[in-house]
């Protein structure tokens, strides 16, 4: 199982990106599945959570700013993000609960976001 993160990029202060993360291979299901990110010198941090029911959660942080959705009939989460500020810049991952025999969980490669004027 691959995740495959894209949608990152360089964006101005107040703009948005919308971040997405695939899962492909033999993925039965998925479960949780969420967002992190790791800005330089620091420890990764959780950005979003989702429930394969639905049920989200965010930072203190991003929260109003930042939305994270899913599709379950193509393994894929999307990270919507709003209202960009420079301290947001960070390599984003996604990461996700995968059934496929046990329940296994999985890291995406990172996608780099930078907000910069």
């Known amino acids: 199982v691959q995740l495959q993160a894209s949608g990152g990029g360089l964006v101005q202060p107040g703009g948005s990106l919308r971040l997405s993360c695939a899962a492909s291979?033999?993925?039965?299901?998925?479960?949780?599945m969420g967002w992190y990110r790791q800005a330089p010198g620091k420890q990764r941090e959780l950005v979003a959570t989702?429930?394969?029911?639905?049920?989200?959660n965010y930072a203190d942080s991003v929260k109003g700013r930042f939305t994270i959705s899913r599709d379950n009939a193509k393994n894929t989460v999307y990270l919507q993000m709003n209202s960009l500020k420079p301290e947001d810049t960070a390599v984003y991952y996604c990461?996700?609960?995968?059934?496929?025999?046990?329940?296994?969980?999985?890291w995406g490669q990172g996608t780099l976001v930078t907000v910069s004027s």
């Open positions: 990461n996700a609960w995968v059934v496929r025999g046990g329940v296994y969980n999985y």
């Open positions: 291979g033999s993925v039965f299901s998925m479960n949780d």
């Open positions: 989702i429930t394969s029911g639905g049920s989200t």
